[in-house]
């Protein structure tokens, strides 16, 4: 409750601020007759930052590190007794303390000693909260008459407040470069971890997927087959079959829209199609799954063939009703893009509409559309809850788009589904595939980037 208290706090008075800021510039600026360096917004803006970012940022430090220091705390409490546990029994022991002062389910009896820590706990925290709520006030207070004394039609605030935006995307930028390497990094010292267990020649090209290992030595169970290969080709079955639905659906519908539908069609038309990227994919799961595997399978035996329940073929049409949009709308904003000059000189020239779109606009827009696909596919690649619901978890090597297949993302989920041991090779399997799929997405990238740049020199 003290954190909401204090960002609607910070958030009014950042407001406050900003109102008094100007109201001071515009009046000092009327009393000495001159013209102020930076507009009021500039100096309202970097009064309402200077009020607002130290706290914050105070704030997300304690956020970050503030089970940390109560657990230490909680610890200290304990006395002797704690540091004598082991670590898993001390780990357990501290997650009771916690539930308890939650209110909610332990592993044990709540004993009076138990009650005791909790209620320490809760009062810790409590006060912890009570403290950041105080310290963060009157940060803000700090700032905002530090700041307040900075106001003046002289005072370059428009410099400073650019100098913040830069810095603020730099940081954000640096953030996403160091999570995707962060990302990138973890994946790939897991999967290194997993290869030492399992062979790359066997992961790569091996026919039989069957992950499942004994976990104790006493245990009966399988010794484990890690052969990729049937998730790659149920992957880029079903993949291919989605894409037969999407790209020539999606690809007409964009030139109708662009190229031969009136303003009030296209207007209508697009955004209802862009309705179906925001569908959830479980209720694409759940329409594969209840309704187009069911009509799949009975037109199939009413005309002699063996569907199964649960089949490529059903899970790659719906997925590629899914990713449709992607393709429209994409390529619809390339051929938009196309200069008109293009259209002109070609319909002058004495083309059709029809020569002019096939022979003019479609290859002018290629990188655009290239873009869309390789979104579609990497979108595609990526889909798990159409695959589980509909397609199935038997990794079967076949092409056949009625039977049953699986996919790598479908693995990765059951891979890691329950509690897990991440010193087998079951679970570290899971981010070996992870870093196959990671390695075909960026290859796609690459092929993509090298068609763009060769069509982009031909038609610039």
């Not at 950042?14 to 001159?34: H, N």
């Not at 704690?82 to 209110?103: K, P, T």
């Not at 706990?121 to 009570?130: F, L, P």
């Not at 484990?224 to 993949?239: D, H, M, R, S, Y």
Request: glycine residues 8%.
């Amino acid at each position: 409750m003290q954190l909401v208290i204090l960002l609607i706090a910070l958030g009014g008075l950042a407001a406050i601020g900003y109102y008094l800021a100007r109201r001071k510039l515009l009046g000092a600026a009327a009393r000495e007759s001159i013209r102020p360096h930076s507009m009021p917004g500039y100096h309202g803006w970097y009064v309402a930052v200077w009020c607002a970012l130290p706290s914050a940022v105070v704030l997300l430090i304690w956020l970050l590190f503030e089970e940390r220091i109560l657990e230490a705390l909680l610890i200290s409490s304990l006395g002797p007794e704690a540091a004598m546990l082991s670590g898993e029994m001390l780990g357990l022991l501290l997650n009771d303390i916690r539930n308890l002062a939650a209110g909610d389910a332990v592993s044990r009896a709540a004993d009076p000693a138990l009650l005791a820590a909790a209620e320490r706990y809760g009062a810790m925290r409590d006060t912890a909260r009570a403290a950041l709520l105080g310290g963060g006030l009157a940060l803000a207070a700090a700032g905002l008459a530090w700041s307040w004394h900075h106001v003046a039609p002289a005072f370059r605030a428009r410099h400073r407040v650019e100098k913040m935006v830069r810095f603020a995307l730099i940081l954000a930028s640096c953030v996403a470069v160091v999570t995707t390497v962060g990302i990138i990094l973890s994946v790939l010292f897991e999967s290194i971890r997993f290869f030492s267990i399992i062979p790359v020649g066997e992961f790569l090209f091996g026919l039989e997927w069957s992950p499942q290992t004994a976990i104790r030595e006493d245990q009966i169970g399988s010794s484990g087959a890690f052969g990729a290969v049937p998730l790659f080709t149920g992957t880029l079955l079903i993949t291919l079959i989605a894409m037969l639905v999407a790209l020539p659906i999606g690809l007409f519908s964009a030139v109708y829209m662009a190229e031969f539908a009136s303003p009030r069609v296209r207007n209508t038309v697009k955004p209802i199609l862009e309705i179906l990227a925001g569908v959830p994919t479980v209720v694409y799961g759940f329409f594969a799954a209840l309704t187009v595997a069911p009509a799949l399978r009975g037109f199939g035996n009413s005309i002699g063939l063996d569907v199964a329940s649960e089949s490529a073929l059903a899970a790659g049409a719906v997925m590629g009703i899914m990713i449709i949009p992607f393709i429209s709308s994409l390529s619809d904003d390339a051929i938009v893009a196309v200069p008109r000059s293009l259209r002109e000189g070609s319909l002058a020239m004495g083309a059709t509409r029809s020569e002019t779109v096939v022979k003019v606009i479609l290859p002018a827009a290629l990188p655009g559309i290239v873009a869309a696909c390789l979104l579609a596919v990497s979108r595609a690649i990526g889909e798990t809850m159409i695959v589980v619901m509909a397609a199935g978890l038997a990794a079967k090597l076949t092409a056949n788009p009625l039977d049953a297949v699986t996919t790598v993302t479908a693995q990765m989920v059951t891979l890691l589904v329950g509690d897990q041991e991440f010193d087998s090779a079951k679970t570290l399997a899971a981010f070996a595939l992870g870093l196959a799929l990671f390695l075909a997405t960026l290859a796609l990238n690459v092929l993509a980037l090298y068609i763009a740049r060769k069509y982009r020199e031909q038609y610039e």
